[in-house]
Every structure is written in C-alpha cells, then in structure tokens.
Nanobody
C-alpha cells in the first residue's frame, strides 16, 4: 500500500492562494493516478481534482474549475494542487489518494481507491 503525505495547508484570507503537495515514501507516484479530496464536518467528502499517470488528463470539481490546478512533478515524486481565489466554501481537511479514472461520455471521472494520506488543513478566514 502506498503511503502518502500531504503538506502546504494553512490559514489564508478569502481570495488568497495555497499550494498543497502530496508525496510518497518508498514508492514512486508516476505509475499512480492521484486525486485530491476534501472533508469538512458540515459536508460530505468530495473529490476536488485528479490527474492521470498515463496521459496527464485531469478532472476538476465544477466549483473549483478555473481556480485550482493539479499537476505532477515525477522527478520530485510529488503531486501538487495549486489553489487560487480561495473562498469561504473551500476550508476543509484536504488529502490525496490513489484513484481510479475513466472517461465516460467525454467526461473524466475519478474515485478514491485504497491509499490516502492523513491530510492537511485549509482554513479561509479574514
């Protein structure tokens, strides 16, 4: 099982930016599809963004499109989530996980699989 670790969370003002990082120890991530999820006690867990290992194709939740960007640097064994224009609905525990991905009727879908990290907290407050 892949062991994932997230970093980069923190407190920002509305409209601010954060970059989250997801790394793995003792495993290389370049053969895994990786996704970012968020969990808040007031809401259900939701998938935020995913990136494919094969062709770099991506998935974004509608509410983060144009604000968040997922990327991977295989040389650094890291997957990033650049978050801009953070809004009051974005605070949550963000975690990365291995995911399955599929394109259905031209739309990318992804779902959490068997490995996830402990998460990093994102807080948006003025």
């Amino acid at each position: 099982q892949v062991q994932l670790v997230e970093s980069g969370g923190g407190l920002v003002q509305p409209g601010g930016s954060l970059t989250l990082s997801c790394t793995a120890s003792r495993f290389t991530l370049d053969t895994y599809n990786i996704g970012w999820f968020r969990q808040d006690p007031r809401q259900e867990r939701e998938g935020v963004s995913c990136i494919s290992s094969s062709d770099g194709s991506t998935y974004y939740k509608d509410s983060v499109k144009g604000r968040f960007t997922i990327s991977r640097d295989n040389a650094k064994n890291t997957v990033y989530l650049q978050m801009n224009a953070l809004q009051p609905e974005d605070p949550a525990l963000y975690y990365c996980a291995t995911v399955g991905m599929e394109v259905i009727r031209g739309t990318s879908m992804c779902w959490e699989k068997d490995s996830r990290g402990p998460g990093t907290q994102v807080t948006v407050s003025s």
